[in-house]
Structures are given as C-alpha cells and as structure tokens.
C-alpha cells in the first residue's frame, strides 16, 4: 500500500532531550515535507526536500533540523526541545516539486514537550 | 505574509443545506490551488485542485482569478461531510489556510 509512514505516532518528553521523528515514504516520491499543525494557525510548513540532499527551510524552520540521505526518508530532528514545540506533526510527499503535484501526508505524530 | 486566507474558522449547516467555504489568496503569479480535508482521526487528503477542474464528493471549487479566491462548494451537505477543510496555494512551498472546522447538522 502506498504510504507515508511517521513514528512516533505519539511521545511527551521534557525540555532539551534531543528527539528525532522518521518519516518514510514507498512511492519513489522525490519532494517530502514537513508540518506543524497549531490550532488556529492552521498547516505551516518547516522544511522541505525537492531530492536526496536537498533541503530548504519552509516558513517556520526555527528549532528544527532535517535530512535527505535517502529518497524514501525525511526525519524531522530537535536537537533540543522546548514548549513551544508541542504540535501536531505532519510530514507529506509528492512525486516531484512541481506545483500542481498534491501532497501525500502521514497520520501525524503529536509532540508534548514539558 | 499570508498567502491564503480561510475568514471562517466554523462553519455549521443542516444536512441538505448548500455549504460554501470561502478562501482567497494572494500570489503574483498563476496559482495552484488545493482543496484538501481531514475527517476526524485520519490524516489529511487531497479533496481537489483546481487544474483537475473536477467534482469530488459533490464538491467543486471555481478559481476566480478577479477576485482572488478559491471557494470550496457544494449544493447538499451530508452528514459525512463533517470535516477540517484546508485551502492551500503551491509554489513548491504549500501554503495552507487557518482551516475551516464543518459540521453538519442533522
């Protein structure tokens, strides 16, 4: 089945304890995303890959680190957490960057950080 | 800046009533508009774009390039139609809208 899977699908941790969440996608996607889901605010984006080892900031990269080694992953890293970051997290992939291409998103991974 | 703009964040109509949800946009250039819903607990998914020009779930959505809007609208809500709508602009970067929470009443 065609999927974008993220894990954890749920974790609460505290204030400055690095964490990464893994995104893998099996539709040779070449463009992945990622997304932070606040209420109110909407889908904003963090960053973006258009290829392996091709990253871009999105509109709210701040705190935030990603990847592109491989095609079919895109982890999201915090190198060191805060409050602030407790969101709903979506990442999405497409079959290329080209803007009429939708957008393929996991079932999210919701983040409480204390 | 924002790129897209959702003026309802709730919108609540009776099962059979016409459901439009607004959202309008700013971009210079010729936009690709998405249309995309979340039903409770499922991830999001593409409704429609406007390049397909299609009917989905009864649901069509008219770009209106004088007026800078993309309104999602259907004639006769259903009770499944309860959802988060997002109207989202793409320029390599997908920008999304605040959303708009409907819930149709029985």
């Known amino acids: 089945e065609a999927q974008v899977t993220q894990n954890p699908r749920y974790l609460i941790t505290v204030t400055g304890k690095k964490l990464t969440v893994t995104c893998s996608q099996n539709m040779n996607h070449e463009y992945m995303s990622w997304y932070r889901q606040d209420p109110g605010l909407g889908l904003r984006q963090i960053y973006y890959?258009?290829?392996?080892?091709?990253?871009d900031k999105g509109d709210v990269p701040e705190g935030y680190k990603v990847s592109r080694k491989e095609k079919r992953n895109f982890p999201l890293i915090l190198e060191s957490p805060s409050p602030n970051q407790t969101s709903l997290y979506f990442c999405a992939s497409s079959y290329e960057g080209s803007s009429n291409q939708p957008q393929h998103f996991g079932d999210g991974t919701r983040l409480s950080i204390l | 800046a924002q790129r897209v703009t959702q003026p309802e964040k709730l919108l609540s109509v009776f099962k059979g009533a016409p459901v439009e949800l607004k959202c309008n946009y700013s971009y210079s250039g010729s936009p690709e508009l998405f249309w995309y819903v979340q039903y409770s607990r499922q991830r999001l998914q593409l409704l429609l774009r406007?390049?397909s020009r299609e009917s989905i779930k009864g649901f069509t959505a008219d770009l209106n390039k004088g007026e800078t809007s993309f309104h999602l609208k259907k004639p006769f809500a259903q009770e499944e139609d309860s959802a988060m709508y997002y109207c989202?602009?793409?320029?390599?970067?997908?920008?999304f809208g605040a959303g708009t929470t409907v819930t149709v009443r029985a």
């Open positions: 890959s258009m290829n392996v080892e091709v990253t």
């Open positions: 406007h390049i």
């Open positions: 989202a602009l793409n320029d390599y970067k997908l920008s």
